[in-house]
């Protein structure tokens, strides 16, 4: 009769320690906000992408660029009139081209280049991968992206 007693308690401790390492680990892309920038400014802009995670899903993405004073690109009138006389786009048209596309995402789709903000498509792609591993390692921190040197 003990042995089974025994039995019996060592049996459950097993089942409630191993259910216990199960509960903790986690799969997917953790709830909260998570943002990636740029290390250097390009041209006075420092871009970055700021995700909120809901049920292991993106809900919002932002998607900008931002100058030393914390001007955003896409509200600088002028420098949309320039743009868009030069590629046919311009900071606010192609950035929420780019952050659409990781809308209901639970990673980093493929993402379709917009005519006339390739440059931008690129560094976006590293920003999106980069945030998206920031939430599935659930850290908050900001996600540096270095800069990638163009040849001259």
């Known amino acids: 009769m003990k ?3 025994m039995s019996g308690i060592v049996l459950m401790m097993i089942l409630v320690l191993g259910g216990c390492g199960e509960a903790s680990v986690q799969t997917g892309m953790q709830d909260g ?3 990636a920038q740029m290390s250097d400014y390009s041209f006075g802009w420092k871009e970055y992408v700021t995700i909120t995670v809901k049920n292991g899903v993106i809900v919002t993405t932002e998607y900008n660029a931002e100058n030393a004073s914390g001007f955003i690109k896409s509200w600088d009138n002028a420098y949309m009139n320039n743009m868009k006389s030069v590629t046919g786009t311009y900071p ?3 950035t929420r081209y780019y952050a659409e596309q990781l809308a209901g995402q639970s990673g980093v789709p493929e993402i379709e280049v917009l005519s006339g903000a390739t440059s931008s498509s690129n560094n976006f ?3 999106a991968q980069a945030v998206v591993e920031q939430a599935l390692e659930g850290d908050s921190t900001i996600a540096v992206v270095e800069a990638i ?3 001259e």
Do not use: F, H
Request: net charge neutral.
């Open 3 to 5: 042995q089974w007693k």
């Open 33 to 35: 906000s998570y943002t």
């Open 92 to 94: 606010n048209e192609y």
């Open 125 to 127: 792609r590293r920003l």
């Open 149 to 151: 040197q163009e040849e």
